[in-house]
């Protein structure tokens, strides 16, 4: 069975970093676009970032661009989100996601992904 798993979040003071990492099984999710997703109670998820297959192509939110990177490791099946200068208002969950659909092209909405993990809580506070 397919799945995802996420780690490395945690409690951090604002200007910390972290890095998230995604692992998958069970399936060759090498071959598509990878995606970070975060969600806050009550509010819709919103895109973070993506890379495409390659990983010679990614996208990120404008909230996050200069701070957040994200990698792929296709060899061990991860990808990972590096965070610098964290903010309070990063505080979320966050969830990876995989888009079967496609290799090359980065999708930025929720629709375009089939396949997510449990998510992994950031808390950025004094």
């Known amino acids: 069975q397919a799945q995802l798993v996420e780690s490395g979040g945690g409690l951090v003071q604002p200007g910390d970093s972290l890095r998230l990492s995604c692992a998958a099984s069970?399936?060759?999710?090498?071959?598509?676009?990878k995606a970070w997703f975060r969600q806050a109670p009550g509010k819709e998820r919103e895109f973070v970032a993506a890379i495409n297959w390659p990983g010679a192509i990614t996208q990120y939110a404008d909230s996050v661009k200069g701070r957040f990177t994200i990698s792929r490791d296709n060899n061990k099946n991860t990808v990972d989100l590096q965070l610098n200068d964290l903010k309070p208002e990063d505080t979320d969950m966050y969830y990876c996601?995989?888009?079967?659909?496609?290799?090359?092209?980065?999708?930025?909405?929720?629709?375009?992904?089939?396949?997510w993990g449990q998510g992994t809580q950031v808390t950025v506070s004094s």
């Open positions: 996601a995989v888009d079967a659909n496609h290799k090359f092209v980065v999708e930025t909405t929720v629709t375009s992904y089939d396949t």
């Open positions: 069970g399936s060759d999710f090498n071959l598509y676009v």
